[in-house]
Nanobody, 126 residues
C-alpha cells in the first residue's frame, strides 16, 4: 500500500514563498519517480513538477519553471516543492503523486497516475 501525505500548504501573499512536503511510505522511495500536481476550483488537475529516481532529473511545467524547485530526500523518504515568487494563479490544491512512467518531454498526465496523496491547499492573495 503506497501512502503519500502532503503538508505545508497555507495562505500567503503574492511574491511570498512556501515549501510543501510529501512523506512517502509503502514503496522503495529511491526507486520511484514522484511528482506534484495541482488543481484549482473548476479546473482540471495539472502537472507542476516531477523528480526522476535517477540522475537528479527533474521536469517543470512552464508556468512554474524558475520559481518552483522540486527535490527529494532519499534518506527521509520525503519529496519537497519549494515555491518562490508565488502568484494568485498558483492558488490550488497541491497533490503528491507516484509516477507510473516518465515522459522525456515532461508531459505528465494525471490520468497516468495511480497513487495520490490527499492534497494540501495553497492560497495566494494579491
Amino acid at each position: 500500500q503506497v501512502d503519500l501525505v502532503e503538508s505545508g500548504g497555507g495562505l500567503v501573499q503574492a511574491e511570498d514563498s512556501l515549501s510543501l512536503s510529501c512523506s512517502v511510505s509503502g514503496v522503495l522511495f529511491k526507486s520511484v519517480g514522484l511528482a506534484w500536481f495541482r488543481q484549482a476550483p473548476g479546473k482540471e488537475r495539472e502537472f507542476v513538477a516531477a523528480s526522476a529516481h535517477f540522475g537528479g532529473v527533474t521536469w517543470y511545467h512552464k508556468s512554474v519553471k524558475g520559481r518552483f524547485t522540486i527535490s527529494r530526500d532519499n534518506n527521509k523518504n520525503i519529496l519537497y516543492l519549494q515555491m518562490n515568487s508565488l502568484k494568485p494563479e498558483d492558488t490550488a490544491r497541491y497533490y503528491c503523486a507516484k509516477l507510473s512512467t516518465y515522459d522525456e518531454n515532461g508531459n505528465f498526465s494525471p490520468n497516468n497516475v495511480r497513487f495520490w496523496g490527499q492534497g494540501t491547499q495553497v492560497t495566494v492573495s494579491s
